[in-house]
């Protein structure tokens, strides 16, 4: 008896032993990072690294200043923008027709997803690249946004489908019943009681976007660069400049912890689904 | 009549697809079409564009370099994916012992996932740089390195397993620790009752109903790592030499620095098949798995 | 207002069964029809294709003497209460109860004073600004009934509405439905498998099973004529006590012969419990002699007594007042049936037999 409490003790500590070593094995690179984007150039290059030092924004200002970084920071707020509101257009009636309706080849088409899901970038990346040569889509927001909303669809169908199951299909019946549409369904209850389900939906395809980058640098040059791309600039002179480096670095992760912070459960919930899904 | 109703219904559920269609059509059934036949040519961007047959296909198969690509294309997807696999879930298991509210802990281990691969890779340089980084100062307090990391054909591929490690760990702890706390609690507390130790609970109980999920996880990560491109093209951008050289980054090589679009789609098409097939293989042995 | 009927009706699922085949019903102008059966009768979907919920697969459904096989659901003017209520969770009860009226671009004048009409008859004023998640489940199901009643239906449709009430609220609203409906006279279709809410209810009953009528007729008609070995079996609780003719005849201490002649060879006979008498046989009545009490379950009101006969037979007698308690287990009572009383049916066809019916009368 004696032992097993005892165990129990030692087992319960060293879970929060555990934990705790896994947070800070999480946080502190971010952390770490964050202290080297405040330090002056001269701290940010000391040997020893330095713990303690007087923080500056100089990093902050000069990058905020430089030519383009302002830009892709803008460019990826546009093209999540127009991402979103595209795949929530296409991803919408399709969930509802592949949970409600009645379709031959149904199952077709969620296999069909999840194959387009699978395959890698390039492999659409560079057939891309001359279609949008041809027809004026590269280096636009658009012609990024329709890859982007193209790649999170899979996903997107996927989440609001396992939303929209959960509604009682009596309540489709009911409505068929008052002189509803398939459409009106759709807009009129579907996607009010959804709500919830729509936002953690953007929220995991605005996180998805924003951070992509195989498709951005295949398919931009200048005009539509995207944040990851304004980051990757300062790749090559990076062991001169780390102040630089690691503001633009904190700069492109600021959206995403907001999103974090205001929807964990959410985040949660998609992630699971996706992969209960996939 | 009543078949006339039928195909009406089902023409109104067509439209609502039909979007979803267009956009597959136009992102899976172009490229891989487009990608089979440049395959088969030696097109370079520009005018040249003659048909080879399967030329390009024979010579990356007889090229070396082709297959230290592919092997570290695949030594990388086994190493990461085995790692976060077991530190994700062991973290998870760990957490749900606690029996406290773990959201904020549950946020603060996100943390990563949050964070886009281009940046992860560039906050990584900062980290591992071996004269002024934080990795070799710390690691030294242990009497270990310093180490080249990135530098150095020996460690660079390590470094980068080790921040793919970090970065998606916690996409396998979020979802083993939902399905941790959605398992059924009646078996559980039966067992108890008839004095199972914790030990035996978890191996005999709650891991055979995970099991399922868990290799879907599994599933997910390996595809993921397998088109690993982000982490390796910020960091090493392949080298030294070819240590770190993945497929992606090879293709992206191929088709934007040597201009030999025909050698990347060849490379694509086969890179494709390969993840089709592990795909498969591994979702078939999910369905022996969940049948069992 | 409208009469609903069914012409050859079958019903066939995408590469499966026939779960209906040639069903004719007629349910009549303003009439509450009670569709009746065991759980796969196809009670349901009988109710749903005349919802539009189902297609028909061949034969005509005609409402108000239409053929309406090829409207939609909308197009039809009937209402439907599910047995889940199926309340719109995302509206308010007034959006629930004005929904259709806006689908069918009502005058925003005319939808008020109708929503305020219905919620008056329903006593569901103080309730029009909550949305379904915060209503119990009778309000709940009143505002399925007042958005059914909202737009004036030709017919109104019941799948099972009471099923998810607990037992008290359940008898409140079957006397409230039934109610309702004979103030607005309008025909109503009302799927349970409940039997008391069917007798109860019901201006008719319609007894299915594996997607055939049975029998239709008045509640009473269904207990005291079934048509059929299956109605007979079905409606009453507990069963009919059904017997082959041999073996209750070879129960019985008395000489027969002239009943074992007239029935045919096949036939089985069958007596509700409240007809078992557990006294001692006067004339015009069968005896069935000493039988032991096996099983007594008081219901307080009343008391269901398991007796098995010398012969074997086992008999189920419903017996009430004082005599219960002078009953008690392993006791030998005298068990008779008045001849009247018992049902005949030939086991071949499973018809009621209805020369023995009326000569035993």
């Known amino acids: 008896m004696w032992r097993q409490t005892i165990q129990a003790r030692f087992s319960k500590l060293w879970a929060y032993l555990f934990t705790g070593s896994m947070i800070l094995f999480s946080l502190f690179p971010v952390y770490w990072v964050l202290t080297v984007s405040l330090k002056s150039k001269r701290d940010s290059l000391s040997n020893p690294p330095l713990w303690l030092f007087e923080p500056v924004t100089s990093s902050y200002t000069k990058i905020w200043n430089h030519d383009t970084f302002k830009d892709t920071f803008f460019n990826s707020i546009i093209i999540t923008l127009i991402g979103i509101a595209l795949s929530l257009a296409i991803a919408l009636p399709t969930a509802y027709a592949l949970v409600r309706l009645r379709l031959r080849g149904k199952n077709l088409v969620g296999i069909w997803l999840i194959l387009a899901y699978m395959l890698p970038e390039f492999l659409f990346v560079l057939p891309m690249f001359s279609l949008y040569q041809w027809t004026g889509l590269y280096d636009t927001h658009l012609g990024l946004a329709l890859m982007y909303q193209v790649h999170v669809l899979p996903l997107s169908i996927w989440l609001l489908s396992s939303f929209f199951r959960e509604i009682n299909p009596a309540i489709d019946e009911a409505a068929r019943i008052e002189g509803c549409s398939n459409w009106q369904i759709l807009t009129r209850i579907y996607i009010p009681c959804t709500l919830p389900g729509l936002v953690a939906t953007a929220i995991l395809n605005a996180i998805w976007i924003w951070n992509e980058l195989a498709i951005a640098l295949g398919l931009t040059f200048s005009n539509a660069q995207t944040v990851t791309l304004g980051v990757t600039s300062f790749r090559g002179y990076a062991a001169l400049d780390w102040g630089a480096m690691t503001a633009a670095s904190i700069i492109a992760i600021i959206p995403m912890l907001l999103f974090a912070a205001v929807a964990q459960k959410h985040i949660v919930k998609g992630l699971t689904l996706g992969a209960v899904k996939g | ?292 | 207002m409208s009469e609903i009927r069914f012409v050859n009706v079958s019903k066939r699922y995408l590469d499966s069964v026939e779960v209906i085949n040639c069903l004719n019903l007629k349910v009549k102008e303003g009439e509450f029809m009670v569709l009746v059966g065991p759980s796969g009768c196809a009670k349901s979907t009988t109710l749903r294709m005349i919802a539009g919920l189902e297609d028909v697969t061949s034969g005509d459904l005609l409402i108000g003497g239409l053929r309406a096989n090829d409207l939609t659901p909308g197009q039809r003017n009937i209402s439907m209460v599910f047995q889940s209520y199926a309340l719109f969770p995302n509206m308010t009860v007034r959006e629930n109860l004005s929904f259709g009226l806006q689908i069918r671009k009502t005058s925003g004048k005319k939808v008020l004073s109708e929503v305020g009409r219905i919620a008056g008859m329903l006593g569901l004023e103080e309730l029009l600004d909550r949305k379904p998640k915060q209503l119990s489940g009778g309000q709940a199901q009143r505002v399925a009934l007042g958005r059914a009643m909202i737009r004036r239906p030709s017919a109104f449709l019941f799948d099972e509405p009471l099923s998810n009430l607990d037992a008290e609220l359940r008898v409140q609203m079957r006397s409230e439905i039934s109610q309702m409906q004979h103030e607005l006279e309008t025909t109503t279709v009302y799927v349970t498998h409940d039997q008391v809410e069917a007798m109860t209810m019901g201006d008719r009953i319609a007894v299915m099973n594996k997607g055939q009528v049975q029998q239709v007729g008045p509640p009473v008609e269904l207990y005291e004529k079934p048509a059929n070995l299956f109605v007979a079996g079905f409606i009453g609780s507990p069963r009919m006590n059904l017997h082959s003719k041999e073996r209750l005849l070879e129960a019985s201490d008395q000489n027969l012969a002239v009943l074992d002649e007239k029935l045919a060879k096949d036939t089985v006979l069958g007596v509700r419990p409240e007809h078992v008498f557990l006294q001692a046989a006067k004339q015009k009545d069968l005896s069935l002699g000493l039988g032991r009490v096996e099983r007594v379950e008081d219901l307080g009101h009343e008391a269901l007594v398991k007796l098995i006969t010398s012969s074997g037979l086992v008999l189920t007698a419903r017996i009430n007042g004082e005599i219960r308690h002078q009953t008690s287990l392993g006791d030998q009572v005298r068990i008779s049936i008045p001849f009247q009383r018992l049902h005949a049916f030939s086991s071949g066809t499973g018809f009621s037999v209805p020369e023995f019916n009326s000569f035993s009368r």
Request: hydrophobic residues 55%.
């Open chain 2, 1 to 292: 009549m009543a078949k006339a109703l039928q195909t009406l219904g089902s023409l109104s559920a067509f439209w609502f697809i039909f979007p979803c269609l267009l956009t597959l059509i136009f992102t899976s059934v172009y490229p891989v079409s487009f990608g089979i036949i440049v395959s088969l040519t030696n097109w370079n961007w520009g005018n040249q564009l003659d048909y080879v047959g399967f030329e390009n296909y024979l010579n990356l198969l007889s090229d070396p370099e082709f297959w230290v690509v592919v092997g570290n294309t695949i030594t990388f997807a086994i190493s990461a994916t085995a790692i976060e696999i077991a530190l994700g879930f062991y973290l998870a298991v760990q957490v749900e012992k606690l029996r406290i509210p773990t959201e904020l802990i549950r946020a603060m281990l996100m943390l990563p996932l949050m964070v886009s691969g281009i940046v992860v890779a560039l906050m990584s340089k900062v980290m591992f740089d071996p004269f002024l980084g934080i990795i070799n100062h710390l690691i030294r307090i242990f009497g270990i390195g310093p180490s080249a990391f990135y530098g150095a054909a020996k460690t660079a591929m390590s470094s980068i397993v080790a921040v793919d490690v970090w970065w998606q760990t916690a996409f396998v702890f979020v979802i083993m620790l939902a399905g941790l706390r959605g398992l059924p609690n009646d078996p559980i507390e039966a067992a108890r009752v008839e004095g199972a130790s914790e030990f035996t609970i978890f191996w005999k109980i709650r891991f055979p109903i995970l099991r399922s999920l868990l290799l879907t996880v599994v599933i997910i990560r390996i595809i993921d790592t397998l088109k690993v491109f982000d982490i390796v093209f910020g960091t090493t951008g392949g080298g030294p030499g070819l240590a770190t050289e993945v497929v992606q980054t090879f293709v992206y090589r191929t088709a934007y620095s040597y201009q030999q679009i025909g050698k990347a789609m060849a490379t694509m098409i086969l890179f494709s098949l390969l993840i089709l097939s592990i795909s498969i293989a591994l979702q078939s042995l999910q369905r022996k798995v969940e049948s069992s």
